[in-house]
């Protein structure tokens, strides 16, 4: 017969992360990095990561580390979302993704939440979540990238998405994953001191080599140099690789060979499509996607990207030449992020002005091996970034939970 309380044994502190997915891998390798990283720093540590990644399980996870899927949701291209698989109306699957979030933060019981990049989440779903878990005292942490968008559109966004009074009565601080002298997210906002006050950049977030690699898909180069093409998920890669691929075509000596990750995201007929053209080309490989791009990054001899945040801290990371090749819709986060780290010296930024000549990819690619490596740039506190996240979650964790008031708060759909 059991006596005394037979409530579950809080072995451990536990963190909660939010992940703002819809399409593309950003969001989720960011917040995959930092749970596998914080609880490498902490041995009793759990992290439990939501997420609307339809490929979230194709990732390994470390121990004492799992997720959550709520129904996935896309953004179309005239910016409305629509659910990704679910037959709903989109209000439908917000609603439930919403519940699944609450209710899994009810459960789990949180002593530290840590939402990426959207204050609210996606359409205000985390609002009633943040509530909940500031009337029971848990610390609550927004992590930002180092670039949001150009100040002129994202001050507009929030303002439309009434994100200020989130800012000053729910968070208690802001995680800026980058460095000002690089790139400052907020810079051009106006924020009251009481905001500004709770924002530490941390650095970028370093990768390292996954603890046991796959075999090596590159039999084919015969151990030749290689660099590596990467435009991220994929989703709207397909200028960057028809751009590339036209260079090979046109030019057969090239420093280099080439390995093309299409990306997960890529339309299937504009895979196959690419691959008929690789296949014609003797220096050129291609792969769909693989979960464990920093062996393939780590064994380049140079990179070319759209330059995604993750990418870019890659790129820092294994130390590499890199040419960027940002995207500038639906957001100027890479272009902004390109032009920043090419004037610090770190990458070489390629403007795509929409005609993509040839003979500038080629001329680019002939001088890749001539550039720099980032570590040739100092800058102090560069890829401190999760070792600060961890510093910072202990002082967090390290703060006794307190309930307070629930706080009475207008939030509106963005």
Request: hydrophobic share 45%; net charge positive.
């Amino acid at each position: 017969m059991a006596h005394g309380n037979s409530g579950p044994t809080r072995t451990g502190p536990r963190i909660l992360i939010y992940s703002h997915d819809t399409m593309g891998l950003g969001h989720l390798r960011r917040c995959r990095a930092i749970a596998h990283s914080l609880v490498e720093q902490n041995k009793d540590l759990s992290v439990l990561i939501i997420s609307g990644s339809p490929i979230i399980g194709s990732f390994d996870f470390k121990a004492r580390v799992d997720f959550v899927r709520v129904p996935g949701v896309i953004k179309l291209r005239n910016g409305e979302y629509t659910s990704l698989n679910l037959h709903l109306d989109i209000r439908e699957t917000l609603a439930i993704r919403a519940s699944i979030i609450r209710h899994t933060a009810a459960a789990f019981a949180p002593d530290l939440f840590l939402v990426d990049k959207e204050p609210l989440g996606l359409r205000g779903e985390v609002a009633p979540t943040l509530a909940m878990l500031k009337a029971r005292g848990v610390p609550m942490i927004l992590g930002l990238r180092d670039v949001m968008d150009d100040p002129s559109l994202l001050e507009p966004e929030w303002k439309r998405k009434n994100v200020l009074p989130a800012l000053r009565d729910l968070y208690d601080a802001i995680w800026i994953y980058g460095l000002p002298q690089i790139c400052d997210p907020l810079a051009g906002i106006t924020l009251p001191k009481t905001v500004k006050r709770k924002i530490s950049y941390t650095g970028y977030l370093q990768r390292s080599l996954p603890s046991s690699p796959k075999a090596d898909p590159l039999e084919g180069f015969g151990g030749e140099p290689y660099i590596l093409v990467t435009p991220g998920g994929g989703g709207d890669g397909d200028a960057l690789i028809d751009w590339v691929l036209r260079a090979y075509e046109a030019d057969g000596r090239l420093p280099h060979n080439a390995l093309i990750v299409f990306g997960p995201f890529m339309l299937p007929e504009l895979q196959a499509e690419f691959m008929q053209r690789v296949e014609r080309l003797p220096r050129v490989r291609a792969l769909t996607f693989d979960t464990r791009l920093e062996a393939l990054m780590s064994n380049a001899a140079g990179v070319v990207a759209m330059g995604g945040y993750n990418t870019f801290c890659e790129i820092l990371s294994f130390d590499k030449r890199a040419i960027l090749v940002p995207r500038t819709a639906p957001r100027l986060e890479q272009l902004i992020r390109a032009q920043q780290a090419q004037e610090v010296g770190l990458v070489r930024m390629l403007g795509d002005d929409g005609e993509r000549d040839v003979r500038a990819m080629i001329h680019a690619l002939r001088q890749l091996p001539l550039q720099g490596t980032p570590s040739e740039v100092v800058v102090p506190g560069l890829l401190d970034g999760l070792v600060n996240v961890g510093r910072l979650a202990a002082q967090s964790l390290s703060q006794k939970p307190r309930a307070v008031a629930r706080p009475r708060l207008a939030f509106v759909r963005g």
